[in-house]
């Protein structure tokens, strides 16, 4: 028996657990993600903005962005949103640029879901002046309480916005999954 033997079994033993490991992972239920959020249940409540001073256009801006979802439709979990908190930052020039920040969603039963998300805004102005802008980008579900504590996900998400105007209508697709020891817990 070679000194190779203990190591050669430990390697064997791995890769024989290796699927049991996966399955768990792939096991998981996802569930698919199409949301949308009009412009009339989003409210802007705090903006700050500070000309950065290099050149004419960029702004640095802090924002926090409140919605309600009187008619939702239930997640998988059978679940309505009631709100939904939205606190982030813009470094644009002419509204186009980089913008990220964080949400927390609050469901009916009390349970929170924990996001973070990272994206681009363009702007372009329209034959009669006026600005239309959008934001483009991915929201990670990164946590959450109850149920939800160990929530994963990834939704892509499309805004049309004017925070001048108090205008933030979005549409959300994608999926999330829950940690298989969650699942059926109804705990806060």
Same mark, same amino acid.
Request: with cysteine; glycine share 10%.
């Given at each position: 028996?070679?000194?190779?033997?203990?190591?050669?079994?430990?390697?064997?033993?791995?890769?024989? /657990?290796?699927?049991? *490991?996966?399955?768990?992972?792939?096991?998981?239920?996802? *569930?698919?993600?199409?949301?949308?959020?009009?412009?009339?249940? =989003?409210?802007?409540?705090?903006?700050?903005? /500070?000309?950065?001073?290099?050149?004419?256009?960029?702004?640095?801006?802090?924002?926090? /962005?409140?919605?309600?979802?009187?008619?939702?439709?239930?997640?998988?979990?059978?679940?309505?949103?009631?709100? $939904?908190?939205?606190?982030?930052?813009?470094?644009?020039?002419?509204?186009?640029?980089?913008?990220?920040?964080?949400? &927390?969603?609050?469901?009916?039963?009390?349970?929170?879901?924990?996001?973070?998300?990272? @994206?681009?805004?363009?702007?372009? &102005?329209?034959?009669?002046?006026?600005?239309? $802008?959008?934001?483009?980008?991915?929201?990670?579900?990164?946590?959450?309480? @109850?149920?939800?504590?160990?929530?994963?996900?990834?939704?892509? $998400?499309?805004?049309?916005?004017?925070?001048?105007?108090?205008?933030?209508?979005?549409?959300?697709?994608?999926?999330?999954?829950?940690?298989?020891?969650?699942?059926?817990? =109804?705990?806060?």
């Amino acid at each position: 028996m070679s000194n190779k033997t203990p190591f050669m079994y430990a390697i064997s033993l791995g890769l024989a /657990l290796t699927p049991i *490991c996966f399955s768990t992972v792939s096991a998981q239920e996802r *569930c698919k993600v199409s949301e949308e959020a009009t412009a009339a249940k =989003s409210n802007y409540t705090q903006q700050h903005v /500070l000309d950065v001073g290099d050149i004419s256009g960029h702004q640095i801006r802090v924002f926090e /962005l409140h919605r309600t979802y009187p008619n939702d439709k239930p997640n998988c979990e059978n679940l309505k949103r009631t709100e $939904s908190w939205t606190r982030g930052y813009s470094d644009y020039v002419d509204r186009n640029g980089r913008a990220w920040g964080y949400d &927390v969603t609050s469901l009916e039963n009390g349970d929170k879901i924990f996001s973070e998300f990272d @994206g681009t805004s363009q702007t372009t &102005v329209t034959p009669d002046g006026s600005k239309k $802008s959008t934001f483009t980008g991915v929201t990670r579900y990164i946590g959450g309480t @109850g149920k939800y504590q160990g929530i994963r996900g990834f939704l892509k $998400s499309n805004v049309v916005f004017d925070p001048d105007k108090n205008v933030n209508q979005q549409q959300t697709e994608g999926e999330y999954w829950l940690p298989a020891s969650t699942v059926g817990q =109804s705990q806060k």
